[in-house]
């Protein structure tokens, strides 16, 4: 057993000896998420020793990789294979970890038409409570061996166990690729994007944001250069050819467009997951228009932190739910739940969850709620 692992290992089964938290660390790109972030309780483990491709088979469209692997050199490895992580994680900043990404379980602006991070989560290998190394699922799609247990470990946080190992499937870089414009408010937005939802075309990405009270949608294609071409001419739209439009994209996915910078000190962030057919949401007399992305299906929202119960509801009314995704400063070290979690049968399912994997409650406490 690698010496890294095995320190890792021991470490666990101390802290849950002495029922001692345990703070799950990578590149902490993402320590701003959850109450009172980036100071969660428990003692720093940090998995980036933890590093290194374990297999890489791109005929196969599968990459395996250590916890602690920095995802920029996972990606830049699949880049030369002419290959890619279709869910597009986002980077907030520079050192996020293939471990961190899992735990998260955040995708980028192709979520919608690709499929999240837990549908490319082959098999993991992880560190339960109890200090005991588990291993669920494989290299191979089907997979029928017990539970998805794999898949459940992408969005928990660490919450449930360290992740040591992940088996990831990939995809070719799709051979064409444009991007159109639309002039159009939130309300024609989403109708465009519902209609083009029922065509073939190969839809990728679309972001709908207001600018100086000028609504413009943006949709990405991506897929063979015959259907990418007929798109454009079907569609209509400003074709969009500067050489700045991936860029663009990647600061979408990774929060750095103009609209995210603009959000005020006082303001939280909040993200709305919302059927798709979803019509504008009536935003408490104040909140900015939000930004929309995945079809429809996430909505952005700046507000006062007053506002977030207002906001919970409104998601809830077309079938949808609400988190807190960044805490406002003045709201400070708050112990509100930022995890909608919809019912009480499905908070039932998670603290059954939470008790089968880390019976002590060691990992990652209140990174959650």
Known sequence: MDAALRQIIDRVRDSAD????????????????????????GEPLDMRPLAGIVSYEPSELVVTALAGTPLAELEALLARHGQSLPFEPPRFAEGGTVGGMVAAGLSGPARASVGAVRDYVLGVEIINGRGELLRFGGQVMKNVAGYDVSRLMAGAWGQLGVITEVSLKVLPVPPAEATLRFDCDQAEALRRLNAWGGQPLPLNASCWVEDAGRGQLYVRLRGAQAAVQAAC??????????????????????????????????????????????????????????????????RWVQALPQHGDALQALAAEVGGSASLFIAASADGISARAIFDANSAALAAIHQRLKQAFDPAGIFNPGRLV
């Open 233 to 298: 001419r079907s569609m209509g739209g400003e074709l969009q050819d500067a050489p700045t439009v991936p860029d663009d994209w990647q600061a979408c996915r990774d929060q750095r467009l103009p609209w995210f910078a603009a959000r005020a000190a006082d303001h939280a962030l909040w993200r709305l997951s919302v059927p798709q057919t979803a019509p504008v949401l009536a935003l408490p007399a104040g909140v900015a228009p939000p930004l929309v992305e995945w079809h429809g299906g996430l």
């Open 18 to 41: 002495r029922r001692s938290a345990v703070r799950i660390c990578g590149g902490g790109t993402k320590d701003f998420h959850g109450p009172g972030a980036p100071q969660h309780a």
